[in-house]
């Protein structure tokens, strides 16, 4: 008969309620790999339970409550206590990692996160194990299933953003309140702990800027894929001029773009390093049983061999302004020298045209094009000027695209 091996469980909501059904069906399996039969010692909820005893029972914690605090303080007492975590929480990494980190390296003990970014997918253990020795040069992610399936949806059935979120909420894909995904604050957490992994910096959630999907239109969508052009709510995190660059936006793709094929309520990351090209992991970013599965397979790591979070290596500066390739939509009278116009103030600030489409609507037109990548400063001032044009019919609609492709 195997040792017990105890859990403490602070939240049993949709993923721990997932990860004490999951842990009772495989408790046989673990015992078999581990030698130590994991059992839930104790349970927490806002309704019941008492944090202190359930500490004092438990070999490990798993934090699933979610939230700032009282998670923070409960992970920094469990370590203190000498007792490994896992947790999912990614709001609590983005604010308080380094904090965490540096205690659980203090006092031996192990927190693990594979839950908090991505689901199921594997991406902490690839980029913190398996890349270990790689010198990452960038990271493209989708990292919010809810976003991605809307803007999926708005492709594929030509919905508008308030249905295509409506019919996310229906099935499951997005809360009552989507505030935090469709913003774009739930992927910046994520990017700004897949950041501080990859490059070995601290990255605090308050240096990663995030413009979320609420503005963008079926449109844009449309005009796009005459374009050859996918839209997808991208995290990129990478190397620029000596320091590092980690945002979330909308961004176009091209089709041959590894992550343009991603659809629906998947999560994909891209790791870019020159040794390795790139690489990309992909499946279910979120659910209960796929998160809890992440959950546990932390639980069995911690139960074997010790791994910790190494201490930051550098302190790189944070840098606003990069090169960007943009999409610009405009609603303009139509009238001759509208296009000339347009172009010459592009080029003033040094941007220049790759791709156009030109519609006629009556006595406007919608100008569509892409241009070449330049300095976002530079096509934001252009953007600004051209906004003014007194032909302009609405302000002029502009979204970043990804000009790479892997193929
Ligand atoms: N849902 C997903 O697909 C998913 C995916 C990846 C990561 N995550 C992360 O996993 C964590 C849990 O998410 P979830 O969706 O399972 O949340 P949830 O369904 O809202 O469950 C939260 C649980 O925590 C308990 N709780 C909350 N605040 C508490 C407090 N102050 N004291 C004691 N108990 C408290 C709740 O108790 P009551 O039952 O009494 O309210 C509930 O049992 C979050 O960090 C989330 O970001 C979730």
């Known amino acids: 008969m195997s040792e017990p091996f105890r859990i403490g469980l602070l939240g049993r909501g ?21 030698g130590l039969r994991p059992e839930i010692s104790g349970v927490l ?65 192990q927190l693990r996160f594979e839950g908090a970014v991505a689901g199921v997918v594997p991406v902490i253990r690839v980029i913190q194990e398996s890349l270990a020795g790689s010198h990452v040069e960038r990271i493209h992610g989708i990292v919010n299933g809810t976003t991605n399936f809307i803007l999926s949806e708005m492709a594929r059935a030509g919905l508008s953003y308030a249905d295509a979120l ?43 800027p995030y413009e979320g999907i609420e503005h963008i239109t079926a449109h844009d ?33 091209y089709a041959g773009h590894p992550l343009a094929s991603v659809h629906g309520p998947y999560n994909a990351v891209t790791v870019e390093s020159p040794a390795i090209t790139e690489i990309t992991m992909s499946g279910p970013g979120a659910g209960g049983p796929q998160t809890a599965t992440a959950v546990l397979g932390d639980v069995i790591s911690a139960m074997i061999p010790p791994a910790s979070t190494p201490e930051t290596t550098q302190t790189l500066p944070i840098v606003e302004d990069v090169e960007s390739a943009f ?38 037109a919608r100008l569509v094009m892409t241009v070449h990548p330049l300095l976002e400063s530079r096509f934001f001032a252009a953007l600004s000027m051209i906004g003014q044009l007194d032909y302009m019919r609405s302000p002029p609609r502009a979204i970043r695209v990804i000009e790479e492709e892997f193929v």
């Open 45 to 109: 909820s806002r309704s019941s339970g008492d944090f202190e005893s359930i500490l004092e029972d438990a070999d490990l914690i798993v934090e699933l409550m979610g939230g700032l605090e009282p998670a923070h303080d409960y992970v920094l007492r469990t370590i203190k206590a000498g007792r490994h975590v896992v947790t999912a929480n990614k709001q609590l990494l983005a604010h308080h990692g380094e904090e965490l980190w540096a205690c659980a390296r203090e006092n031996d003990v």
């Open 221 to 253: 969508i449309d005009y796009a894929r005459e374009l050859g052009l996918g839209l997808k709510l991208i995290g990129t995190a990478g190397r620029v001029d000596g320091g590092l660059s980690v945002r979330v936006h909308p961004a176009f793709l």
């Open 166 to 208: 409506a019919e996310a909420q229906r099935l499951g894909y997005a809360e009552a309140d989507p505030t935090d995904d469709v913003t774009g604050k739930d992927a910046a957490a994520k990017m700004a702990i897949l950041a501080r992994l990859a490059f070995g910096t601290p990255v605090h959630i308050d240096q990663v």
């Open 14 to 34: 949709t993923v721990g309620g997932a990860f004490a059904e999951l842990l009772a069906e495989r408790a046989d399996a673990i015992a078999a790999i581990t």
């Open 327 to 364: 999409y610009l939509s405009m609603e303009v009278a139509d009238r001759p020298g509208v296009l000339a116009q347009v172009a010459e103030l592009l080029g003033l600030q040094g941007a220049s045209i790759r791709t156009l489409v030109q519609k006629g609507l009556g006595d406007n």
